[in-house]
């Protein structure tokens, strides 16, 4: 069982893209399996913060193969934007990055559908990153999408042309006015610089790989709660963000899945809307997110931030079949007197240990307090080493959840993570 999988626990944003990273040397090749442009995931090294979006987050290691998926929906404007500020040279880049000619094209007007289908929503709009995730999932599911493979035939521009019409005729239903020719532009530089690249049916290499012992993981984007079955609908984004993805997503049998890796922060974050039973709105949570710098890595809107939810939590470790947990950003919460943390829900008045099918069920969160911790924390390296409290705080999550905590992030930097021996 070569292939392991990490992904997001909550609502997105649990450091993904900075754990992958750390773990990346034990790996030979690093996938992403669903989500596209409106993950934005952060690392950092040598005092240099990087953002992703399209590029697995294993880039940064020469040795390593990258590989994007099918399942993920890719924009090439978006594509070559990231490849020419990534900071490697595009020729290396080339050798290190694999792309599947089944990944989904997400289209100009794909972003133009997602703006208008959003202002209609009014009230009720879902906050998406706008970046045309939703009707390119549509168009794929529905049969109407174009994909990477697509950009080497020869009536490509007439294809594009025909999806294009369609696209336009439905806006001509939603009053709303845009301009298309400035993405367009970007996007067919985008189309060319993908052309240079290894375009190829990934789902070959990666079971060929795995036979030959090489070790894959899989990099989820998105949080388990943005998932479009499980999540919060409707929510939530348009892909499995959960472990299943993975297999889907790549093109692998689950016999071949070792570790399923868990990540949480130590509180909760949110960015849009839907419910969100822990959610501060008061000092707190405004400390959290000054503290944390909760603001979003694809948006830059502030993320809505809360106490740690261990409901949500259980759930998204049965619907994954989470084996490790790895906890980010204790560090934020050094200096805090008192932590909170929500063990179970009252919903509509009731005891409730379920997350309620229906969103406008008043879900009012039931606390255990702990008390919390002074000491720095950011420069520990070893597990026993930290506070008392915190790891008191980590045992009453794996007592509460029953999966070990294997991991915690003590602050953004590559090096400041520690795994439990
Ligand atoms: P992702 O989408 O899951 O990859 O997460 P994001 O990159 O969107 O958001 C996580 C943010 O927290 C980024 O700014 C990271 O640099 C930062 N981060 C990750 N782990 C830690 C940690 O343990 N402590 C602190 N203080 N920041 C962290
Ligand atoms: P990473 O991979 C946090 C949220 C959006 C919105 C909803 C639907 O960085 O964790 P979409 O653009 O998919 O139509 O938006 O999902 N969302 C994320 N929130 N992190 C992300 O990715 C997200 N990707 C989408 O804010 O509420
Ligand atoms: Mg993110």
Not at 35 to 46: I, K, Q, R, V, Y
Not at 76 to 98: H, M, N, T, Y
Not at 107 to 127: C, F, T, W
Not at 242 to 254: D, E, F, N, Q, R
Request: net charge neutral; hydrophobic share 35%; charged share 25%.
């Amino acid at each position: 069982m070569n292939i392991d999988i990490l992904l997001g626990l909550q609502w997105g944003d649990e450091g993904k893209g900075k754990i992958v990273d750390a773990l990346s040397p034990l790996y030979d090749i690093i996938a992403r399996f669903q989500g596209g442009p409106n993950a934005g995931h952060s690392l950092e090294f040598n005092n240099v913060k990087h953002v992703l979006h399209l590029i697995p987050s294993g880039i940064f290691h020469s040795d390593k193969i990258n590989i994007i998926g099918n399942g993920v929906v890719i924009d090439p404007a978006v594509f070559k934007k990231e490849i020419e500020e990534l900071g490697p040279p595009v020729s290396e880049l080339k050798k290190r990055l694999i792309i599947s000619t089944k990944a989904n094209l997400i289209l100009p007007s794909h972003r133009i559908l997602d703006a208008a289908y959003e202002r209609q929503k009014g009230n009720l709009k879902i906050g998406s990153t706008l970046k045309g995730i939703g009707p390119a999932y549509t168009d794929k599911t529905s049969r109407n999408g174009l994909r990477v493979g697509d950009i080497l035939r020869k009536n490509f521009r007439d294809l594009y042309n025909e999806h294009l019409n369609n696209h336009l005729n439905i806006l001509k239903s939603y009053d709303f006015k845009f301009e298309i020719s400035e993405y367009e532009k970007g996007w067919f530089e985008g189309i060319e610089v993908l052309k240079e690249f290894q375009l190829v049916n990934t789902e070959y290499l990666v079971n060929e790989l795995a036979g030959k012992g090489k070790r894959l993981l899989a990099e989820g984007a998105q949080g388990t709660m943005l998932d479009v079955d499980f999540g919060s609908y409707p929510f939530v984004t348009s892909s499995n963000t959960i472990s299943a993805g993975a297999c889907t997503g790549l093109g692998i049998s689950p016999k071949l899945i070792g570790e399923i890796f868990g990540i949480f922060k130590a509180y909760c974050t949110r960015v849009g809307s839907g419910p969100f039973p822990t959610e501060l709105n008061d000092e707190t949570g405004i400390l959290l997110r000054d503290i944390g710098r909760e603001f979003g890595s694809t948006t830059g809107r502030p993320r809505r931030c809360g106490w740690l939810d261990l409901p949500a939590l259980k759930y998204s470790i049965m619907i994954n079949g989470i084996t490790k947990l790895f906890m980010t950003k204790a560090d934020v919460m050094t200096g805090f007197k008192t932590i909170k943390i929500c063990t179970s829900y009252k919903v509509d008045g009731k005891e409730c240990n379920e997350i309620p099918f229906n969103n406008d069920s008043h879900i009012e969160p039931v606390y255990t307090s702990m008390p919390g911790w002074d000491e720095d924390i950011s420069g520990i390296k070893d597990f026993n080493k930290l506070p008392a409290t915190l790891r008191e705080y980590i045992e009453f999550i794996e007592n509460k959840t029953g999966v070990p905590v294997t991991m915690v992030s003590v602050g953004p930097d590559r090096e400041e993570t520690i795994f439990r021996k």
